[in-house]
């Protein structure tokens, strides 16, 4: 057989495998079999990279299995302001926003848990976010469980303008009802978690956790060196070095994140 042969059988090879059986690392680029990579949590096994997951897997990895109920699931995004083809945007992604809302059990404590999802516009927060979180707290409260947020998010929705910026305060308010009625808020923030959402309601937890080499902050790392016109500490705004400096509490391995949310649950749950 000569080389081009050999070529064209590979080709032929490659073509008739099953789409999806295949996954490749983003960073490293090496391949591993889509079920491997699932059972070691999208995390590679190679370079350590943390795969971004949607709401759908992240839920799956989180909570018990089969305890997940979607609350609020009709709630979709509006065009207030006739943004130049948002409507047209909005109508191509499955989900029909940026956050899944539900309750849950994880190790067996009943939750209120909210899930972003990067892959619709960014986690942007717009209008449905706000209020689904607001939702989220106040079925916490009448139900008397503890609340989960799981944070990843570009930051406030610019389509919506000052009605995505609004919701800055509003779920903030609603959080610090939660607090008063002596009910836990657990924010989880992951892989980035930035402007308006790392601004508001997702440093607000009592217990803030995070991904290992999460992005977390406000402005981009860019735009504050080209404010302050200084060079910034090496690893800045990722999540090792904001739990050095006291941002958040702990950072977290994605295989643990379980048991952890599950001992704090039983903490608060004592309390």
Not at 82 to 88: I, K, L
Not at 133 to 138: F, L
Not at 171 to 176: D, K, P, V, Y
Request: aromatic share 8%.
């Amino acid at each position: 057989m000569d080389m081009a042969e050999n070529v064209s059988e590979n080709i032929s090879e490659k073509k008739a495998m099953p789409e999806g059986l295949w996954t490749q690392c983003k960073k490293c680029e090496q391949m591993f079999l889509q079920k491997d990579f699932e059972e070691n949590l999208m995390v590679c096994p190679k370079c350590g990279y943390y795969t971004r997951l949607d709401a759908k897997k992240r839920i799956e990895f989180t909570v018990d299995e089969g305890s997940f109920k979607e609350m609020d699931s009709d709630l979709s995004s509006v065009d207030f302001l006739d943004f130049p083809g948002y409507a047209e945007k909005i109508e191509k992604y499955p989900l029909k926003d940026a956050i899944v809302t539900g309750e849950a059990k994880i190790g067996g404590y009943s939750v209120i848990m909210g899930v972003m999802d990067f892959s619709f516009m960014g986690g942007s927060m717009g209008s449905v976010v706000g209020e689904k979180i607001v939702r989220a707290a106040e079925r916490a409260i009448k139900r008397k469980y503890h609340l989960i947020i799981i944070s990843s998010s570009g930051g406030a929705r610019m389509q919506e303008g000052i009605l995505s910026l609004m919701q800055m305060g509003k779920t903030s308010a609603s959080l610090a009802e939660l607090s008063e009625k002596g009910f836990a808020y657990i924010s989880v923030l992951t892989e980035p978690t930035t402007g308006g959402v790392a601004a508001s309601y997702a440093m607000l937890g009592d217990v803030n956790i995070a991904e290992p080499g999460a992005l977390i902050g406000f402005a981009g790392p860019r735009v504050i060196e080209q404010t302050i016109r200084q060079q910034l500490p090496e690893g800045f705004q990722l999540s090792e070095f904001l739990e050095k400096h006291g941002m958040v509490d702990v950072v977290v391995e994605r295989k643990n994140m379980k048991d952890v949310l599950t001992n704090i649950l039983k903490f608060f749950t004592k309390k």
